[in-house]
C-alpha cells in the first residue's frame, strides 16, 4: 500500500471530523485544569492513605453523633457524611487522624460544568454524545493512518524512531510530536470511546454477582466496630467509600466498596457476610474514566493538557501542509493529445513540485511550435507519432515510486509501443535520502531494456528541486535535439524588487568577477539563498548563490563569453539598478548548533560561504573553507572577505587547491584526502559538511568523503550531514 492511500485516508478522517475534534480538543485543554486545580487544593492529608479505616471510625465517632459514610475520593481527600452532634447531616473533608473537618466539598466552577457539557455532548444530549464517541473513534483511525503513514515515509517499522529529515517546519514537527503523543492519543481515545460505548449500554454487562460466605450470624454478642479485624487490617488507599448500616438490625450491614470488589459486612461481629469482584468491564470503566479525565493525578492530567495542545498542532500543520500541496498543484493544459504530439514528457509526483518542471519545459516547447503532450508515469499509453520520451520523476518512501507512477512499470511493459523513441530520464529528488533519485534510476534502466526506447541523455539526478541544475539540464537537452529552447520565467516569480550595484570587481584570470548589491527595500535573506536575476529582454532565469555581507547580496560570477547574464552583470556600474527575487533556500543555510562546519567549494560556489563565514557564524563554530580554483590570482579577489572572518574568528582554517599552477596541480579533492583527520573528526562529531560549486566537483568530493568515512571511521557516509548547492 502506498504512502498517498494512507495520506488521503489520514486526511479525509481530519477535514471530516475538524470541527467536532476542534472542540472536543478546546473544551479538553480546559477540563485538564480542573483535576489539575482539585489536587491543588489543601484537603490531602500526608500518610492518610495508610490511616486504618478502623482508626479513622473511631476518630469520627469521638467527634460526630453518627456516621453515615466514608469515602476516599479521586484525588485521595476523605470525605465524611455524619449527623453532627447538633443533629446536622453534613458532607465535608476531613483530617483522618483528627477527624475534624478541614473543608467544604468542591463546587464544580461554571467553566469546568460548561466545558464538561460541550465535550461530552455538545448541549445535544444522547445524540451529542453519540457524535463525540464516534469522533472519537475517528481519532482513533487517525493516530492509526498516522503510524502507517510515519512507517511508509520513514521506510519501514523499525525505522519508525529515526531521524526525520526535514523538508519543512510543519511536516517535522507533525511527525516529531505524532510520536511523542502517539500513546497518550490512542489511550486518550480508547477511553473516550469507552465511556460512549458504556453511557449507551452498549457494553456487555458485568456477569459478576454478589457470593454470599455464611448465614447471618444472629448471635447476640455484639462487637465494637472498631475491634472488627477486617476494618483494623484495612488502610483508607484500600477503599473507596463505606456506607454505614441504617439500622441496628441484624440484616443491615456496612457496604464496603474496595479498589476491586464490593463487601457486606456484618455489623455485629465484623464478619464478611457476601463479596462481589469487579469484572472486567466495571474496572475497565473505572480506568476509562481516570485515564480520560487525568482525575486523581496531577501528571496524566499534564499528559492530557499536552497532548490536546499537540491535536491542535497536528490540525494545524496538516492542514498547512495539504493547502501547500495544493498550492503547488499544476495543472496544464496539453495543447496536443497524446497521439497528435511529437514530444511526450511523463512526469511521476507526489506532491506536485515536479510538474512545475514539466511545465516550464513544456511551455518552453510550445514556444518554438512543437506538438507536446504531458502527462503522469501512471497514464502511460502508446503514442502514435512521438519521437521523444521525457521522464521528470520524484522518489518517495524509501526509494519507492511516486503516488502516481506506481503502475507506469506495469503498463511499460505490457502496453506495445510503435514507434521507436528516444528517451531522457530526469530524476528528482533530495541527497538527504540514502536512495537517492532510486525511482528514476528503476525508471531509466527500465527503459534502457525496453526495445523502443533509445536512450538521449544518461540519467540526470536533481538535489532539492534546484532550478540552476535543471537548467542546466534543459541547456544540453535541447541542444542535443538541436534546439535553443528558452526557459520562461517560472509563474511563481514576482520580480518586484529593486537593487543598487554598490561595488563590481575587475574581472579576474578566471573570469569571474565580484558584485555586491543593495536591496533598496527591507529584505529578508541569508547566505545560501539564491538570487533571481531576468537580464533586460529575456525571459530566461538564472540563479545565483547569495553570500550576505552586511544587508547586501554578494556575488561571485563567471563570465561567459556568450552568456547573457553573465555580460549583462558584467556591463552594469556602480549605483546602476538591477530587478531581481530572492529565492529561499533553507536547505542551504549555515547550521546554527553543529559543533564544526567543513565548506567545499571551486571557483564562483565560495560566495554563499563568504557570506556565511562573516555574517552568520555568530556563535564562532569552528568553520574550515576548501576552495579550488584555477591560479593563486584567482583567490586574490575573494581574499578581504576571508582574512576579516579570521580577523573575527570566525573561521579556523583554510585549505587552497590550484589547478593550474605549475608543479602543484592540486584539487578539492586531493586537499580533502590530505586533511582526512579533519574531515573524519568532524563526520564523527555530527559535523556539517557544506558543498557548492559545479556538479563535477560535487561529485568527486563526495566520493573522496565517502573513501574517508569508511577507510577512517568504518561507516557509509551519512548523508544526513552533507548540504549541497551544486549546479
Ligand atoms: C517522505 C519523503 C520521502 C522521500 N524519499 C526520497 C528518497 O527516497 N529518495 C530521494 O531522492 N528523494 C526522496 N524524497 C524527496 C523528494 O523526492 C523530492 O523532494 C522531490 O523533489 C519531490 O517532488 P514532488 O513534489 O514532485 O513529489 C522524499 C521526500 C519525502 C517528503
Known amino acids: 500500500m502506498t504512502i498517498s492511500i494512507w495520506r488521503y485516508s489520514h486526511l479525509t478522517l481530519a477535514i471530516s471530523s475538524s470541527i467536532f475534534i476542534l472542540l472536543a480538543t478546546l473544551t479538553g485543554i480546559v477540563l485538564a485544569f480542573e483535576p489539575v486545580s482539585n489536587q491543588l487544593k489543601p484537603y490531602a492529608v500526608k500518610n492518610a492513605d495508610t490511616f486504618s479505616l478502623s482508626k479513622t471510625i473511631e476518630n469520627l465517632k469521638s467527634e460526630y453523633d453518627d456516621i453515615i459514610s466514608i469515602e476516599m475520593d479521586k484525588n485521595d481527600f476523605v470525605i465524611a457524611t455524619v449527623f453532627t452532634n447538633e443533629g446536622k447531616n453534613e458532607t465535608f473533608y476531613i483530617n483522618p487522624f483528627t477527624a475534624k473537618k478541614i473543608g467544604n466539598l468542591i463546587e464544580k466552577a461554571p467553566i469546568f460544568k460548561f466545558a464538561t457539557n460541550l465535550h461530552r455532548s455538545l448541549f445535544l444530549k444522547s445524540t451529542g454524545r453519540a457524535i463525540i464517541g464516534f469522533i472519537s ?22 525505522h519508525f524512531f529515526s531521524k526525520i529529515i526535514k523538508e519543512g517546519s510543519n511536516q517535522y514537527y507533525h511527525i516529531i510530536i505524532g510520536r511523542y503523543a502517539l500513546i497518550p492519543l490512542i489511550i486518550i481515545t480508547i477511553s473516550g470511546v469507552y465511556l460512549s460505548l458504556e453511557k449507551f449500554s452498549l457494553l456487555p ?24 479485624d477486617l476494618f483494623k487490617s484495612i488502610t483508607l488507599n484500600d477503599i473507596e467509600c463505606v456506607e454505614f448500616p441504617f439500622s441496628n438490625d441484624v440484616e443491615d450491614y456496612f457496604v464496603l466498596k474496595l479498589k476491586d470488589k464490593e463487601l457486606y459486612v456484618n455489623q455485629y461481629n465484623g464478619e464478611v457476610i457476601s463479596q462481589k469482584k469487579d469484572g472486567f468491564v466495571t474496572l475497565a470503566s473505572s480506568y476509562s474514566m481516570i485515564l480520560h479525565t487525568g482525575q486523581g493525578t496531577i501528571i496524566w492530567a499534564i499528559v492530557l493538557l499536552l497532548t490536546c495542545f499537540s491535536i491542535l498542532f497536528f490540525m494545524f500543520s496538516g492542514f498547512s501542509m495539504t493547502f501547500d500541496r495544493r498550492k503547488n498543484r499544476i495543472k496544464i493544459k496539453n495543447k496536443f493529445s497524446k497521439d497528435a504530439a511529437e514530444y511526450i514528457i511523463l512526469v511521476g509526483s507526489e506532491t506536485g513540485s515536479t510538474f512545475g518542471f514539466a511545465k516550464v519545459l513544456y511551455n518552453a516547447l510550445i514556444a518554438q511550435g ?15 507519432k512521438a519521437a521523444h520520451l521525457v521522464v521528470f520523476t ?12 506506481r503502475y507506469f512499470e506495469k503498463l511499460v511493459r505490457t502496453i506495445p509501443q510503435k ?21 528514476a534510476i528503476i525508471v531509466d534502466a527500465l527503459l534502457q531494456s525496453h526495445q523502443k526506447f533509445i536512450p538521449n541523455l544518461s540519467l540526470r539526478k536533481i538535489n532539492n528541486q534546484s532550478f540552476i541544475a535543471f537548467k542546466n539540464w534543459v ?33 579576474n584570470s578566471d573570469h569571474s568577477f565580484l558584485i555586491e548589491l543593495e536591496p533598496t527595500q527591507k529584505t529578508h535573506f541569508a547566505s545560501g539563498d539564491l538570487l533571481s536575476i531576468y537580464p533586460k529582454n529575456t525571459h530566461t532565469e538564472r540563479l545565483y548563490s547569495i553570500g550576505k555581507i552586511g544587508n547586501n547580496v554578494l556575488l561571485s560570477i563567471k563570465k561567459h563569453e556568450f552568456g547573457i547574464c553573465s555580460n549583462y ?86 585549505y587552497l587547491s590550484f589547478s593550474n599552477e605549475e608543479n602543484q596541480k592540486k584539487y578539492v579533492q586531493n586537499a580533502l584526502a590530505e586533511n582526512e583527520e579533519l574531515i573524519s573528526r568532524v563526520l564523527k562529531n555530527k559535523g556539517v559538511i557544506m558543498i557548492c560549486g559545479s556538479i563535477t566537483m560535487r561529485n568527486g568530493v563526495l566520493e573522496t568523503l565517502e573513501n574517508i568515512s569508511s577507510s577512517k571511521l568504518n561507516i557509509p557516509l551519512n548523508m544526513n550531514q552533507i548540504k549541497t548547492d551544486c549546479y
Request: proline share 2%; glycine share 6%; hydrophobic share 35%.
Open 419 to 439: 514507434n521507436k523513441l528516444q528517451y531522457s530520464v530526469v530524476g528528482f529528488g533530495s541527497l538527504n535520502y540514502k536512495s537517492f533519485c532510486k525511482y
Open 137 to 158: 473513534f475517528l481519532l482513533l483511525l487517525m493516530a492509526i493512518t498516522g503510524v502507517l503513514l510515519i512507517i511508509k515515509r520513514q521506510g519501514g517499522k523499525k
Open 569 to 654: 552583470l558584467n556591463q552594469l556600474k556602480e549605483n546602476d539598478m538591477l530587478f531581481a527575487d530572492i529565492k529561499q533556500n533553507k536547505a542551504f543555510h549555515f547550521p546554527t548548533s553543529a559543533k564544526e562546519v567543513v565548506m567545499i567549494s571551486n571557483g564562483t560556489g565560495i560566495a554563499p560561504f563568504l557570506g556565511m563565514i562573516n555574517n552568520e557564524n555568530h556563535n564562532h563554530i569552528k568553520t574550515y573553507l576548501f576552495w579550488g580554483g584555477r591560479t593563486k590570482e584567482s583567490y586574490q579577489m575573494y581574499s578581504k572577505h576571508i582574512d576579516k572572518a579570521f580577523y573575527n574568528k570566525k573561521l579556523s582554517g583554510i
Open 370 to 384: 512543437k506538438s507536446v503532450f504531458v502527462s503522469e508515469l501512471n497514464t502511460y499509453s502508446s503514442y502514435k
Open 394 to 405: 520524484s522518489t518517495y518512501g524509501d526509494g519507492e515510486a511516486p503516488a502516481n507512477a
Open 475 to 507: 541547456d544540453f537537452w535541447s541542444k542535443s535535439k538541436g534546439l535553443n529552447l528558452e526557459i520562461e520565467k517560472p509563474e511563481k516569480i514576482s520580480h518586484s524588487k529593486l537593487f543598487k550595484v554598490i561595488n563590481k570587481s575587475k574581472i
Open 205 to 228: 454487562s458485568d456477569k459478576n454477582v454478589h457470593i454470599s460466605n455464611k448465614e447471618i450470624s444472629t448471635e447476640a454478642s455484639k462487637l465494637n466496630m472498631t475491634d472488627f
